[in-house]
């Protein structure tokens, strides 16, 4: 580190700026990360059940382009949080996927996939194909940006700011 003055509150900023670029960070890549392995759940389980494809290449390449590149941009700018100098320093031997975090990736993702795939289910079923897929890209587009708020804070959606 490079002191470019003798105050010593400089380091105090330093650290803090350091600590909130950590956080988005590790909030842009576990957003990305479980919406990818929901997308995945989604066409992987639809063509393991034998069903047609739940999403068309196109519907996927609209939900990778525009409802997960967005929030997770939105994630790596958030502002820091109140209480981010008051936790414990981080462990340097740690990754950024430490502390359970591939846990929730895999659990979030597979609800997310899961969910899109019954909603698919239930339009295919009983309004046909087209209809079925509509609402599997709908229910997947929207889950994601509810997704995006949740990742925003560690405490519950329903605790955290929304603005």
């Given at each position: 580190?490079?002191l ?48 047609n ?26 502002p ?5 100098m ?12 430490s ?34 897929r ?30």
């Amino acid at each position: 580190m490079v002191l470019t003055d003798d105050n010593f509150v400089t380091i105090v900023e330093a650290v803090k700026h350091g600590r909130s670029i950590y956080d988005n960070i590790r909030k842009a890549i576990h957003f990305l990360i479980a919406t990818n392995v929901g997308e995945i759940v989604t066409i992987f389980m639809g063509l393991l059940l034998g069903m047609n494809s739940p999403l068309l290449a196109i519907q996927l390449l609209w939900i990778n382009l525009v409802t997960d590149s967005f929030p997770a941009i939105a994630l790596g700018l958030e502002p820091e949080d109140k209480d981010v100098m008051n936790r414990k320093p981080k462990d340097a031997r740690k990754g950024i996927f430490s502390d359970g975090l591939w846990g929730k990736i895999f659990v979030e993702g597979t609800m997310l996939g899961m969910l899109t795939l019954l909603v698919y289910s239930f339009g295919n079923k009983y309004y046909g194909l087209e209809v079925g897929r509509t609402m599997a890209f709908v229910t997947l587009g929207m889950i994601e940006m509810v997704h995006s708020f949740n990742i925003r804070s560690e405490e519950s959606i329903f605790k955290a700011r929304i603005i």
